[in-house]
Nanobody, 123 residues
């Protein structure tokens, strides 16, 4: 009933930039916080950035000053502008949305995850 589709990953040299997008679609009633997480090989998934429906943001210390998250509520889309990329930013990046949706006459509240997009930063 709900899909989160990420795009924008790829291979970039250290110091370069990438912009990720995540669009939510389906029978959505409300989206509260949306966020970006990442998981590197052999490591736990970690929060990169989160943004509320009102535009409040929270960033991991490791990306502050380099990454910027923004959101278009009308399009149910969140963005992550990543600048000054470092090899340690290499990971699969996942979009997450805390949302309420309709299904078969009922309303559900849950977290949804995207399929992930690979970001690789070469040194």
């Amino acid at each position: 009933q709900v899909q989160l589709v990420e795009s924008g990953g790829g291979l970039v040299q250290a110091g370069g930039s990438l912009r990720l997008s995540c669009a939510a679609s389906g029978s959505i009633k409300t989206i509260r916080t949306m966020g970006w997480y990442r998981q590197a090989p052999g490591k736990q998934r970690e929060l990169v950035a989160a943004i509320t429906s009102g535009g409040g943001t929270n960033y991991a210390d490791s990306v502050k000053g380099r990454f910027t998250s923004s959101r278009d509520n009308a399009k149910n889309t969140i963005y992550l502008q990543m600048n000054s990329l470092k090899p340690e930013d290499t990971a699969v990046y996942y979009c997450n949305a805390d949302l309420t949706y309709y299904s078969r006459g009922y309303i559900y509240t849950t977290d949804y995850w995207g399929q992930g997009t690979q970001v690789t930063v070469s040194s």
